[in-house]
C-alpha cells in the first residue's frame, strides 16, 4: 500500500518524527507537496474553490488556510485515481502513528471499507465491529448528518477516492470531511491508530488563522430539532462511541 504524507516545502522538522516513525516500521512513504495558503491562496486556484458555497454550507467563510488544505487532500485523491491505486494510507505530516500501524495495515482488506479513519473525534460507530486484528476493531460509522472530526490519517480506496474527487471539484467543504460519511459507508479504528497535536495546546496552523480571523467557534448552525431527535435515537439504538479515553 503507498503511503501519502502530506506536507509544506520547507517543514522538514515538522515531518521528521513521522518519517522516522514510517520507516522504523518498514512502511515506505512519499511527500505530496501540499498548497501553502499562510501567505493567501495561490490566484491560480481561485477558480478551484467555491468560497460563497463554503459559507453557505458551513455557516461561516473558510480561510484560506482551510481551503489550501482540502485542496491538498484532493490532490492525493487525484493521485490515487490517475495512478490506479487500489488504496493508499494518506498522513498529514504531523501524525503521530501508533508503533502497530504496519502490522495493521498488513492485516487490513481495502475492499471492507473505501474510508477507514485511522484518526478521529467524537466519533460514533455501530456497536457490532466489522472487522477485528488484534486490540483493534473497525466499526461502520453509525450516525446520519454527522460526521466526525480529523482527517489526520485514513485509508482510501480508488472508488473512495473517486467520489470524494468528485464532491470536493469544486472545494467548498473542508477537508474533514466534504461528504456524509456515514451514507459514503465509511470505517473508524479503535483505538485510534493515528492520534494528533492537542488542538488546545499544539501548534495548528489553521488554528491560528481562524483566530486571527475571528472565526474561532464560528461556523456552527444549529440543527434542527428533528436532526437532532434523529441522532439521538440512533445513538440509543445502534451506535457506540468510538471516541472515548483512547489517546496514547
Not at 492525493?76 to 490506479?84: A, K, M, S, T
Not at 501508533?98 to 467524537?122: I, T
Not at 476493531?137 to 480508488?158: D, Q
Not at 461528504?179 to 470505517?187: I, N, P, Q
Request: charged fraction near 25%; charge should be positive.
Amino acid at each position: 500500500m503507498r503511503t501519502f504524507v502530506i506536507t509544506l516545502a520547507g517543514d522538514d522538522a515538522r515531518r521528521a518524527p513521522l518519517l522516522a516513525a514510517l520507516s522504523a516500521q518498514g512502511l515506505d512513504w512519499e511527500l505530496m507537496l501540499g498548497v501553502d495558503g499562510r501567505r493567501g491562496l495561490p490566484a491560480p486556484l481561485e477558480a478551484e474553490v467555491d468560497r460563497a458555497a463554503a459559507r453557505t454550507r458551513s455557516g461561516a467563510p473558510m480561510t484560506d488556510g482551510e481551503l489550501a488544505c482540502a485542496l491538498s487532500h484532493r490532490a492525493v485523491y487525484r493521485r490515487i485515481v490517475d495512478e490506479g491505486l487500489d488504496a493508499a494510507l494518506v498522513l498529514e505530516d504531523d501524525a503521530i502513528v501508533h508503533p502497530r500501524l504496519g502490522e495493521f495495515l498488513a492485516a487490513w482488506d481495502p475492499a471492507v471499507a473505501d474510508l477507514l479513519l485511522l484518526d478521529h473525534s467524537r466519533a460514533w460507530g455501530e456497536k457490532r465491529p466489522r472487522f477485528v486484528s488484534g486490540a483493534f476493531a473497525v466499526h461502520r460509522l453509525g450516525l446520519p448528518y454527522y460526521n466526525p472530526s480529523f482527517a489526520t490519517g485514513y485509508v482510501l480506496t480508488r472508488r473512495g477516492a473517486e467520489r470524494l474527487l468528485q464532491a470536493c471539484s469544486p472545494v467548498r467543504a473542508v477537508a474533514d470531511w466534504p461528504v456524509h460519511l456515514y451514507d459514503f459507508g465509511a470505517m473508524a479504528v479503535t483505538p485510534r491508530l493515528v492520534d494528533h497535536q492537542d488542538p488546545d495546546t499544539g501548534h495548528s496552523n489553521l488554528r491560528v488563522e481562524r483566530q486571527a480571523a475571528g472565526l474561532l467557534g464560528a461556523g456552527k448552525p444549529k440543527d434542527a430539532w428533528w436532526l437532532k431527535l434523529r441522532i439521538s435515537l440512533a445513538k440509543r439504538l445502534f451506535a457506540k462511541s468510538l471516541s472515548v479515553s483512547d489517546r496514547r
